[in-house]
């Protein structure tokens, strides 16, 4: 049939989550301390390590995670030229 009730409330819940944690940053990034991107993303990762970043299906990254991926994703294209 669905997901039922709980579901979908779970689901909205972790948006809601996710739309405050992005607030957040925006918030950040738009302040006059804002300095070069790179330098107010990893900022942006140290501050708010434990939050999620990402939520698509049922794999949740918090933005710690996603900075790790993305790490390891630089040092592959640096290696690969």
Do not use: C
Request: hydrophobic share 40%; proline share 2%; charged share 30%.
């Amino acid at each position: 049939m669905g997901e039922g009730l709980f579901g979908r409330l779970k689901r909205e819940v972790r948006f809601y989550r996710g739309a405050l944690a992005a607030n957040a940053v925006s918030q950040y990034l738009r302040s006059p301390d804002a300095g070069q991107i790179p330098d107010d993303l990893e900022h942006v990762m140290d501050r708010f390590a434990q939050r999620t970043a990402i939520v698509f299906e049922d794999q949740v990254l918090s933005y710690r995670e996603l900075d790790e991926r993305a790490n390891r994703f630089a040092h592959w294209g640096m290696s690969q030229g």
